[in-house]
């Protein structure tokens, strides 16, 4: 609800009201008080968000010292590089210039944080390494990005074990409140205020049963992230995810995108989204992925959300990882996240018939494979050499469908699938909500997945996390400076 | 620009007024009038648009007298069973479930408006037949669509030579000056007006340099298409139509979804898309179709714009079309659109080699369709046995992107894709604009590729055209009910 300024009072008054406390939110306030602005931040819970319950890593690059201190060599260019085709088709290339250029200094105002980096590199495949590594591969060196970019590993992980953002949201809130915001949890933004020229000027709350309203002299930044817990938003803007399973913290529900719509600003990119296969990559790289046709569909080395995207969006299910018996006992077990297999057998028309796939389909597949495998080269997909070897009897196939069982509790399954959104407000590279037209709806900011950031229709992890923090500290110096 | 009603002089004082005079904008006028309403019809150029420029060919079945005559049984429930997988996944259920049930209602008006359809039944593949055969088949007949619904045709051509779309415009549009609308041509609106409690009371408009003010007493229906030919909202809503052509009058620049927003109305599936691969289904069929991998994807037997999303939207580019010697001869010269091989080979090898397709790919695909058409059954994407014929050297492939060449004056080219948009502004059944929270927009309707109508991700021909004179009528009625 968008409200006139005229009938209210005003119980909080800041510079800066910041809505949502993960970590574009977190960014965007310590960024405006550090400038000099009063910020109040309001979180519906705690501050943490779906950041705070997710990997952890952020992609950057470059030449972080992260980056020099494992002995790699990297510049923007070759970033920018990787990036605009892994995010594609059509990232922003605008914001994507300026996240690449700039991501040596927000690596260095992470570490300032006391964010700390394992200087040490994972040489495997996997969504979530089994190390405490600080750098990880995210598909920078699986085609056909070789082609396009030199191979640098860009994936920086909080130093601690397994996931890794509640490391990440403790620091962000811990020098949040240092640079002097004031966290306020458990008020959810009901509706924006607007004054008589249309411009944003504060919001009404609502905590524990009270209504409030905050005013904010300067700026209101929008941090609300995505729409994947909204099934009607889902099935309206990004009908892929319908029936699947959301990568959040339960409360990614689109609010803070319609409350930006009502003050007139526009959307775009609304269908794109990141998708997860349940898939263990180091089963996937040391055998195929297969459609529900029996058939290879990708280089299985690639980040595993392109896998995943590959699969869900492009292949008709469900997907299956064929390994031999030398592939999985190649993975040590508790790297393979608690999968078991839906069939093993001695040849591979016992696998068709116990999947259901067509008659010599495997057969056919596995056929090429071998063939390409055993000359050294991956005709189809170039998947690296590093990984192949033609597969022999006995086979293991496992279904995604069963999900991932690391506690052996029983398999996380569902429908195999879960993702999140990438589409929102459309905002300038200082965060600026723009309406149709382009133009700014003033006094209005936004960051992270409630906006479209750098993303086109293609993913890879620590670029909602990076497009967040970064994008986030640059609309808390706008909003602080207007 | 929305502008409040309190300073502006009223031009022209009606009922209801439709905004855009193609086959949605005729269908609301004729309706909105026949109920009684005084009707005003605005076209920026003359009344046409995209529909006048199309095939003409409406989806309509359940029994038409059309389907009829020709000895076909039909019901609503196997029309709907068609579409809820052809349009899909996830296509607007209770709009779907209104079209089919009124489809034989439907079909008599369009009769009752003088558009004749010939009772007979052209029995090939093809995106628009080489006959005046009132009936064809658009896709029923393939498979999975064979297992979900009887196959019935459904394709309802008007009764001329090639494109039926000017017959269609040119009958609504007699009809809707019959029934007493008032057309404005040459009338382009540049804002919505709203009155003081937001209901929307009629439109400004620019004609020949003049602004001029129209009142609507009861609503105003936008009519106004698509966008894909406006270059920004594609790359920000439908990404997946950058840099092709476009099937529209040039004229779908979203400016009537821009208005509806600007309102208050909500959007939904902006992302959705027809497309169109310049492939020749009647050789496509007598072969198959290659990505830019040497594979097959996809039961060639479909209707082709299916396959074209397969295609485009699923695999990786360049796209072909492989036949034979005798396939290539047993469709007739003028059926083959002009189109001419890309290269014409004695063995697989010189045509992937000449193609630029992986070593033994198309070895591979072709072995094993050749087995499966040996055996009589598609085991992977089961075209119907009636097409399966073991390929046999010479073999001649065509290149989609070379486009068709009717007229012998050279190929039509770019990138061998077209399309036009499908997600538009959110309607009731009734063409009510709704907001986000679902709630009506006061005096404001819309029908048309202005607004995402029955379609989900799919499409099939005759869909827009249907939905668009189907919704658009009932747009009018409620419109001068209201």
């Known amino acids: 609800m968008t409200v006139s300024t005229t009938d209210v009072l005003t119980d909080v008054l800041t510079d800066v009201l910041v809505v949502g406390v993960g970590c574009a939110g977190a960014s965007a306030a310590i960024e405006a008080a550090r400038a000099g602005a009063s910020v109040v931040a309001l979180d519906r819970a705690a501050p943490g968000g779906s950041s705070a319950v997710s990997g952890g890593e952020l992609y950057l690059g470059g030449g972080t010292a992260l980056q020099r201190a494992c002995g790699l060599e990297d510049d923007p260019d070759q970033m920018y590089a990787y990036l605009h085709e892994a995010l594609g088709p059509h990232p922003d290339e605008e914001k994507l210039r300026l996240y690449c250029d700039g991501s040596v200094e927000h690596y260095d105002w992470l570490c300032g944080l006391g964010i700390g980096f394992n200087p040490s590199l994972y040489d495997g495949v996997s969504w979530l390494p089994p190390t405490a590594d600080g750098l990880m591969w995210l598909g920078e060196n699986a085609w056909p990005f070789t082609e396009l970019a030199r191979p640098v590993p860009r994936g920086h992980r909080p130093a601690t074990d397994g996931y890794g953002g509640w490391l990440l949201m403790d620091r962000l809130t811990t020098a949040a409140r240092e640079a002097g915001v004031d966290i306020h949890p458990d008020t959810r933004v009901t509706g924006l205020l607007r004054d008589d020229d249309g411009r944003v000027v504060g919001v009404r709350a609502r905590r524990f049963g009270e209504d409030l309203t905050y005013r904010a002299r300067r700026g209101v930044v929008l941090a609300t992230g995505g729409f994947a817990d909204d099934p009607a938003m889902v099935a309206d803007h990004a009908p892929a995810l319908v029936g699947h399973s959301t990568v959040?913290?339960?409360?990614?529900?689109?609010?803070?995108?319609?409350?930006?719509?009502?003050?007139?600003?526009?959307?775009?990119?609304?269908?794109?989204?990141?998708?997860?296969?349940?898939?263990?990559?180091?089963?996937?790289?040391?055998?195929?992925?297969?459609?529900?046709?029996?058939?290879?569909?990708?280089?299985?080395?690639?980040?595993?959300?392109?896998?995943?995207?590959?699969?869900?969006?492009?292949?008709?299910?469900?997907?299956?990882?064929?390994?031999?018996?030398?592939?999985?006992?190649?993975?040590?077990?508790?790297?393979?996240?608690?999968?078991?297999?839906?069939?093993?057998?001695?040849?591979?028309?016992?696998?068709?018939?116990?999947?259901?796939?067509?008659?010599?389909?495997?057969?056919?597949?596995?056929?090429?494979?071998?063939?390409?495998?055993?000359?050294?080269?991956?005709?189809?997909?170039?998947?690296?050499p590093r990984w192949l070897r033609p597969l022999e009897p006995p086979y293991a196939a496992v279904d995604a469908r069963r999900g991932f069982d690391p506690e052996g509790t029983g398999p996380r399954g569902g429908t195999g699938v879960s993702g999140f959104t990438l589409g929102g407000l459309r905002t300038s590279v200082d965060g600026e909500v723009l309406d149709a037209a382009g133009a700014v709806v003033p006094g209005l900011f936004a960051a992270g997945r409630v906006t479209s950031g750098i993303h086109g229709a293609g993913y890879v992890s620590g670029t909602s996390l990076g497009d967040g923090t970064f994008f986030g500290r640059r609309a808390g110096r706008a909003a602080a400076h207007s």
């Open 248 to 384: 959040s913290d339960g409360g990614d529900d689109g609010s803070g995108i319609r409350l930006g719509v009502e003050a007139g600003g526009s959307v775009r990119r609304m269908a794109a989204t990141q998708i997860a296969l349940s898939v263990v990559p180091a089963l996937a790289v040391r055998g195929m992925l297969v459609d529900g046709l029996g058939q290879r569909f990708v280089n299985e080395d690639v980040y595993p959300g392109r896998f995943s995207q590959a699969a869900v969006l492009h292949r008709p299910g469900p997907w299956f990882t064929l390994v031999d018996e030398s592939g999985w006992e190649d993975v040590p077990e508790r790297e393979r996240w608690g999968v078991r297999p839906a069939v093993v057998a001695e040849t591979l028309a016992e696998v068709e018939t116990e999947l259901g796939l067509p008659a010599r389909s495997l057969e056919d597949t596995v056929a090429r494979y071998n063939r390409d495998a055993a000359a050294g080269e991956d005709t189809l997909f170039h998947k690296d």
